[in-house]
T-cell receptor, first 116, second 114 residues
């Protein structure tokens, strides 16, 4: 069965600190996709990134960067120079393809608290 | 423009009642989903529909009945509500294809059963 583990339940940092959110996944599929979503205090789920299993290039988007390593089954997310607005619960997810259609398997989330 | 919308945003009701949640997407996607987020923030898929047909049903109790009148809408009807149904219900949509497409989520419906 597919599984996503986010071992960090909650992280607290002070503004401008860098922070890394860990994500470890398990799958027997050779083709899969990984995602990160952000859930701010307002409650909606905001898509951040999608990465397929054949593309191990790291990605940077502004202050956000992602490190995908198949050798360790990890897809970690780093926020550089964190800001108060980054406070949210962050979910890592793995796509499972059933009969040609996907379903997302989510980790339990990491709550990030950024204080001024 | 709202991509995936849900109504109502909040729903407070008594045990035993029947209630419905509506979802609409204007992204032109052909696949829609319902997820449940419990009090510990754990997100789990409930159902998935592709072009109005049920394709995923994750052993959800029969009291939950999704209905898709067209590919832009996916409603969730819940009969005989129980305390344990209290949760946030998220609708999502994506476009099917050869690969795996991103799912975009609605704002959620916060259901409280008293």
């Amino acid at each position: 069965a597919q599984k996503v583990t986010q071992a960090q339940t909650e992280i607290s940092v002070v503004e401008k600190e860098d922070v890394t959110l860990d994500c470890v996944y398990e799958t027997r599929d050779t083709t899969y996709y990984l995602f990160w979503y952000k859930q701010p205090p307002s409650g909606e789920l905001v898509f951040l990134i999608r990465r397929n299993s054949f593309d191990e290039q790291n990605e940077i988007s502004g202050r956000y960067s992602w490190n995908f390593q198949k050798s360790t089954s990890s897809f970690n997310f780093t926020i550089t120079a964190s800001q108060v607005v980054d406070s949210a619960v962050y979910f890592c997810a793995l796509s499972e393809v059933k009969t040609g259609f996907q379903k997302l398997v989510f980790g339990t989330g990491t709550r990030l608290l950024v204080s001024p | 423009d709202t991509a995936v919308s849900q109504t109502p945003k909040y729903l407070v009701t008594q045990m035993g009642n029947d209630k419905s949640i509506k979802c609409e997407q204007n992204l032109g996607h052909d696949t829609m989903y319902w997820y449940k987020q419990d009090s510990k923030k754990f997100l789990k898929i409930m159902f998935s529909y592709n072009n109005k047909e049920l394709i995923i049903n994750e052993t959800v109790p029969n009291r939950f009945s999704p209905k898709s009148p067209d590919k832009a809408h996916l409603n969730l009807h819940i009969n005989s509500l129980e305390l344990g149904d209290s949760a946030v219900y998220f609708c999502a949509s994506s476009q099917s294809g050869g690969g795996v497409e991103t799912q975009y989520f609605g704002p959620g419906t916060r259901l409280l059963v008293l």
